[in-house]
């Protein structure tokens, strides 16, 4: 029997995978050309990760918009960026020493800024459109929307995804949502307060969130069942409010806080260390209400308490450390 050249074998294996080379490399100089156009003042990334992965090395970043009321910035050390050939649509980034701040001129308590030593992030966006934004900083300094001062957070976990639609003519009054964020993690003020947060939010507006006149035009921002919690995990309080802007420029506030230990809560929102308080049989409910960057009321337990539960459950947490 007549045996058979190994070059025979070997041919239809180096032309495969000269062909998925010459793939790899054009989807590699398009990733280039795009991280360039995306952030144009920045040096031209290293690329390299063949043949599983495109990844792009940037020895630092600096990024900014400003437009239509809008400002955000991301600074950082060393960025990766790294994708998979056939996957142009997602992305996984890890940045150094990150600092990123989203602002609306003129809303100065619509804040949010994270400063951290590391980030890491999660990306799928295959057209105009985030379909998902997931961040996570193993610890970070957070200043918070509606929120005075600066938080020490840990495993602060960020996710953010657009939902444009439009809501049919007739059903509601109000504007679809456009946007949904979740906001997680251990939250921790110098001689403060200590708890953790799962705060999942909607953003509603007449358009798509191209523009912010959008929403400030008739849109809210809604929190949907979010939940204050002691660091051991057992529930203080449940939260549903709505933002909206007003014309004069100031952002109205209203909501509810279910909780067991009104006390407890009515000195986390006065800023100041709550007594010993035993958990109540029956949950109660305080209403929020006020404007962003002025003090927010919050009112009178409402509903039946049914005496001190001292027996049957631990005394709420003290979330002065």
């Given at each position: 029997?007549?045996?058979?050249?190994?070059?025979?074998?070997?041919?239809?294996?180096?032309?495969?995978?000269?062909?998925?080379?010459?793939?790899?490399?054009?989807?590699?100089?398009?990733?280039?050309?795009?991280?360039?156009?995306?952030?144009?003042?920045?040096?031209?990334?290293?690329?390299?990760?063949?043949?599983?992965?495109?990844?792009?090395?940037?020895?630092?970043?600096?990024?900014?918009?400003?437009?239509?009321?809008?400002?955000?910035?991301?600074e950082t050390g060393q960025v990766v960026v790294n994708r998979q050939p056939w996957?142009?649509?997602?992305?996984?980034?890890?940045?150094?020493?990150?600092?990123?701040?989203?602002?609306?001129?003129?809303?100065?308590?619509?804040?949010?800024?994270?400063?951290?030593?590391?980030?890491?992030?999660?990306?799928?966006?295959?057209?105009?459109?985030?379909?998902?934004?997931?961040?996570?900083?193993?610890?970070?300094?957070?200043?918070?929307?509606?929120?005075?001062?600066?938080?020490?957070?840990?495993?602060?976990?960020?996710?953010?995804?657009?939902?444009?639609?439009?809501?049919?003519?007739?059903?509601?009054?109000?504007?679809?949502?456009?946007?949904?964020?979740?906001?997680?993690?251990?939250?921790?003020?110098?001689?403060?307060?200590?708890?953790?947060?799962?705060?999942?939010?909607?953003?509603?507006?007449?358009?798509?969130?191209?523009?912010?006149?959008?929403?400030?035009?008739?849109?809210?921002?809604?929190?949907?069942?979010?939940?204050?919690?002691?660091?051991?995990?057992?529930?203080?309080?449940?939260?549903?409010?709505?933002?909206?802007?007003?014309?004069?420029?100031?952002?109205?506030?209203?909501?509810?806080?279910?909780?067991?230990?009104?006390?407890?809560?009515?000195?986390?929102?006065?800023?100041?260390?709550?007594?010993?308080?035993?958990?109540?049989?029956?949950?109660?409910?305080?209403?929020?209400?006020?404007?962003?960057?002025?003090?927010?009321?919050?009112?009178?337990?409402?509903?039946?308490?049914?005496?001190?539960?001292?027996?049957?459950?631990?005394?709420?947490?003290?979330?002065?450390?």
């Amino acid at each position: 029997m007549k045996r058979v050249p190994i070059w025979v074998a070997l041919v239809p294996l180096l032309l495969g995978l000269g062909a998925y080379w010459l793939y790899w490399n054009g989807e590699a100089q398009a990733f280039r050309a795009a991280v360039a156009t995306l952030v144009p003042e920045a040096p031209t990334p290293e690329i390299g990760g063949f043949p599983y992965r495109i990844e792009a090395r940037l020895p630092a970043l600096s990024w900014g918009y400003r437009a239509d009321g809008v400002t955000a910035s991301l600074e950082t050390g060393q960025v990766v960026v790294n994708r998979q050939p056939w996957r142009t649509g997602h992305a996984v980034i890890a940045a150094e020493n990150p600092r990123l701040l989203f602002a609306l001129p003129g809303l100065p308590t619509a804040l949010l800024s994270i400063e951290g030593a590391s980030a890491l992030a999660s990306v799928r966006r295959p057209d105009a459109i985030i379909e998902r934004l997931s961040m996570h900083f193993e610890t970070a300094n957070v200043r918070l929307p509606l929120v005075a001062g600066v938080f020490a957070a840990k495993g602060l976990e960020l996710h953010f995804r657009e939902t444009p639609g439009n809501a049919p003519a007739g059903k509601s009054p109000a504007y679809p949502a456009q946007a949904e964020l979740r906001l997680l993690g251990e939250i921790n003020r110098s001689g403060g307060p200590h708890f953790m947060i799962e705060v999942p939010i909607s953003v509603t507006a007449r358009a798509p969130l191209a523009t912010v006149s959008a929403w400030r035009d008739g849109g809210t921002v809604n929190v949907e069942g979010a939940r204050l919690l002691a660091v051991d995990g057992s529930a203080i309080a449940g939260i549903d409010a709505t933002i909206a802007p007003l014309p004069d420029g100031r952002l109205a506030i209203s909501g509810t806080v279910d909780t067991d230990c009104p006390e407890t809560i009515r000195a986390l929102f006065e800023g100041v260390r709550a007594g010993k308080e035993y958990r109540s049989r029956r949950s109660v409910r305080m209403a929020i209400s006020g404007f962003a960057g002025d003090a927010i009321a919050l009112g009178a337990p409402q509903g039946p308490r049914g005496g001190p539960a001292r027996s049957q459950a631990p005394p709420c947490p003290a979330l002065h450390q």
